[in-house]
């Protein structure tokens, strides 16, 4: 049957498009399972919602909205929300389909979901901004649920967001319901370690990474793109470890320091209107030369398709480790894999969030509340276990850590499907 979506146009190299090559190329590895595998290149659920509000100026402005869950198989959905003028149904659903297979790569049970809407958060005002979230939680409200489908946080939204929406789903079933959403601020049911455990994933995938290429992170030099909540923890982790972080690059440009960013300082100022570059502790260099960086190690951890053909030539790292969602286009993976960069996938690399957003999920529903070293141990042995597994799969095959991912995810998605068989 054939896999032709008639409400989306992928190319090769679009977020969909992607997808659907890192599918085709597991295929081969799934055995009887592959009977089933045209599950995985059509989302259960698309949902698109117009999200109209009144702005402080009086006038009526509509945003596009949508929520998408990809796969149920393995329990309710799972995935951020993302507030970005560039959304689109087709990335949302390659987001969603990203999160099945994450949540399925660590075990954690969990389909994949995702939202978004097609906004630029920074031109709302505060009350605009609450608006915009109370609105389309609530036409979203019909699919989500503590037991449907979790959001939770991604590009341009927050724990305030988080709250909002929880806020506003209570309110629409009248009661509190904590679980509806993870990555909320802590006395609304939050969990320690949340803010921090995307960017502590990829530290701890990356010093595994590393141990097994035999790099020493002390005086590895790094090169971040994107420095928000993914990017910066990450940055911090691998400074800790002795690491130095050569080049960071943010929406605002790129900045440059052979002998070292001082993220005390980069970090408060990355948090202003200035962005990266108004901290004046490194060179303001061309963003495209980002990519030529002398660095060991690469992080991208910004947006998708960012690692196209021509910047996986370039690249000087030996390491690319994938905290953001999608950022490598397959070409791009092809010529990485020819020059022998090991490339940890995103859908491990950066799965330390939803581990620990099922972590706030669990402790919703108990209503009893973890310390942060215990979170903190339990995330990184779920992703030392699951990156063991994978690691074990990709020398069995002789094949790269994501087709290798996922295979183990893969397996595991359609076997729950033909466990459950087809309703009705
Ligand atoms: P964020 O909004 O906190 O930060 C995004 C960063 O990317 C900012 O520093 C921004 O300046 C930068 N950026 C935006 N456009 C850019 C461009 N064109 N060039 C360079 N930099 C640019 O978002 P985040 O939560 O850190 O998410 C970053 C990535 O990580 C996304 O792909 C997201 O899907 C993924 N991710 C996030 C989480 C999470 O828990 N937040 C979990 C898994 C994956």
């Known amino acids: 049957m054939s896999s032709v979506l008639s409400y ?9 498009g992607t997808y659907l090559s890192q599918v085709d190329r597991v295929i081969p590895y799934l055995g009887d399972l ?58 949302v659903m390659a987001l969603s389909a990203w999160m099945t297979v994450k949540t399925a790569a660590v075990n954690l049970p969990y389909g994949g979901a995702k939202g978004g809407i097609r906004v630029d958060p920074k031109k709302l005002s505060l009350k605009e901004l609450e608006k915009v979230t109370r609105r389309y939680t609530s036409e979203i409200g019909i699919i989500i649920g503590p037991h449907s489908d979790i959001p939770a946080p991604d590009v341009n939204t927050n724990a305030q967001i988080m709250a909002w929406m929880m806020d506003t789903y209570s309110m629409n079933v009248g009661g509190t319901a904590t679980g509806v959403v993870t990555g909320k601020p802590l006395h609304l049911g939050g969990s320690l370690g949340r803010v921090k455990a995307t960017g502590r994933g990829v530290f701890v995938t990356g010093r595994e990474a590393a141990r097994r290429l035999g790099l020493d992170l002390r005086g590895a ?21 002795g690491a130095k972080i050569v080049a960071v690059q943010d929406h605002t440009g790129t900045i440059v320091n052979e ?8 970090v408060p100022a990355s948090r202003t209107d200035g962005g ?5 502790g490194g060179d303001v260099i061309d963003n495209e030369a980002f990519w030529e960086v002398a660095c060991d190690i690469l992080i991208p951890a910004a947006l998708e398709g960012q690692i196209t053909a021509e910047r996986a030539q370039k690249t000087k790292a030996r390491l690319v480790l994938e905290g953001a969602n999608g950022p490598t286009v397959p070409t791009a993976d092809d010529i990485l894999a020819e020059r022998g960069v090991l490339v940890v996938p995103d ?10 957003s099922y972590f706030e999920w669990v402790q ?50 359609l076997m729950a499907r033909q466990e459950r068989g087809l309703y009705p």
């Open 221 to 241: 030099r790094v090169a971040v793109q994107g420095f928000g909540n993914v990017g910066s923890v990450a940055a911090e982790l691998f400074a800790e470890a």
């Open 364 to 413: 919703d529903f108990s209503s009893f509340f973890w310390d942060e070293d215990e979170i903190n141990v339990r995330l990184d042995r779920i992703m030392m276990n699951a990156l063991n597994n994978i690691w074990d799969t990709a020398d069995k095959h002789k094949i790269t850590l994501r087709t290798a991912t996922y295979a183990v995810a893969c397996e595991r998605i």
């Open 259 to 266: 002998n070292g960013l001082d993220l005390a300082g980069l």
């Open 34 to 91: 592959a009977r089933w595998a045209e599950t995985l290149k059509r989302p259960k659920r698309a949902l698109i919602v117009d999200v109209p509000i009144e702005m402080d100026d009086g006038s009526i402005a509509h945003f596009e909205g949508y929520r998408v869950q990809h796969n149920l198989s393995r329990g309710p959905g799972k995935g951020g929300v993302r507030f970005h003028p560039d959304v689109t149904l087709e990335e």
């Open 347 to 356: 859908v491990i690399c950066n799965a330390g969030g939803v581990t620990v």
């Open 8 to 16: 989306v146009q992928p190319t090769a190299n679009s977020p969909w």
């Open 276 to 280: 990266a570059v108004s901290f004046k």
